[in-house]
């Protein structure tokens, strides 16, 4: 968010995001700090999407199927091989040997499908690799970020409790204990805005007044009553 | 036990979510992984955050490791000559040379 964005009308009841504010301030005058170069080049390699990760749900469910098929297959075999024994052969040879012929289909079966899993499984272990590098990118770039935002406050804080202390009907020279207005004042003074903002909080006696000390464009709205 | 492994900020998250509301289902959480009991609710949790994070959640099933069934009884002796070691300094391929105990390119090769 702009500092622009922040500050754009400053009113009783105002409600600022003190550190957020004092962030934009800082990156409104263009602050620098010292992990500026590693969060451009963290974020350029963020850029790429990262390679999506082959479902390996099919393979799982065709796994499990023929596992079942398989076993039912077994079962067979063995029910007709000790009918074979009780009744010495004859009728039941040839069910046999028809149950032995699906049984090694079903175990051809099983045993491709169980490859094709393993298949997935290594490719999805080398998306997932890649999403691990990109989460070690990401947890980076969150510190740094960190790091940059405590740098820019503390670069401009002395300013701003500075500005505080001047602000018109600011009883304190700390930006963190201001009221919401005299510490909004202090930021807009200290930081750059292109835009005009809306003065409407009977601080300034007049518009020329509000920009000299906010040192910015500003559009007033005189108070009610 | 279940072996839940996220790779996303938006997985760690809901991971971190799981394990604070059911502890009880949690056998330990290790960052943006965790382990979960072997109870249909375990499964329940981890299949959920599968389902919620397709692209992001690694799921496998785990086994304690008993390397008296498991482990050839050269890499059991191998381990336990190496912590024993006289010179703390002395790598593992150094300490093989020359004794009873595989080179790590022989362990590499083989499977368990």
Redesign the interface.
């Known amino acids: 968010m702009s500092l622009y964005e922040h500050v754009r009308v400053l009113a009783p009841g105002l409600s600022l995001s003190r550190r957020d504010v004092l962030v934009a301030a800082a990156r409104s005058l263009g602050v620098e700090t010292s992990v500026d170069a590693e969060l451009r080049t963290l974020r350029t390699e963020l850029d790429a999407v990262p390679a999506s990760v082959p479902s390996r749900t099919a393979a799982r469910r065709r796994v499990a199927e023929t596992a079942t098929t398989l076993e039912v297959k077994r079962e067979h075999v063995a029910t007709l091989r000790g009918r074979m024994q009780a009744d010495d052969g004859g009728n039941v040879d040839a069910a046999y040997r028809d149950a032995i012929r699906t049984l090694s289909e079903a175990e051809t079966e099983h045993a491709a499908a169980r490859e094709a899993l393993a298949d997935a499984r290594d490719q999805a272990q080398s998306a997932f690799d890649a999403r691990d590098r990109r989460l070690h990118l990401e947890d980076r770039l969150g510190n740094a970020r960190r790091t940059a935002r405590r740098e820019l406050i503390s670069a401009i804080r002395p300013r701003v409790d500075d500005a505080v202390a001047d602000a018109p009907g600011s009883e304190v020279d700390d930006f963190a204990r201001a009221d919401a207005v005299s510490a909004a004042f202090a930021v807009v003074r200290v930081g750059r805005i292109q835009r005009p903002i809306v003065v409407a909080c009977g601080r300034f006696p007049d518009r020329d007044t509000a920009e000299r000390w906010l040192k910015t464009p500003v559009y007033r709205i005189p108070p009610r009553g | 036990m279940l072996l839940v492994?996220t790779?996303?900020?938006a997985a760690?998250t809901s991971l971190r979510n799981v394990c604070r509301t059911h502890a009880a289902s949690i056998v330990r959480r290790l960052g943006?992984a965790a382990l979960l009991e072997e109870t249909e609710h375990g499964a329940f949790l981890a299949l959920r955050l599968r389902q919620k994070h397709?692209?992001?959640v690694?799921l496998e099933r785990t086994e304690p490791l008993n390397e008296f069934q498991d482990v050839p009884e050269a890499v059991r002796e191998a381990a336990s000559a190496y912590e024993d070691r006289a010179n703390d300094t002395t790598p593992y391929a150094a300490f093989a040379v020359g004794s009873p105990h595989p080179s790590p390119s022989t362990l590499k090769n083989r499977e368990l």
Do not use: F, I
Request: glycine residues 0%; proline residues 10%.
């Open positions: 492994v790779y996303s900020q760690r943006r397709p692209d992001a690694q």
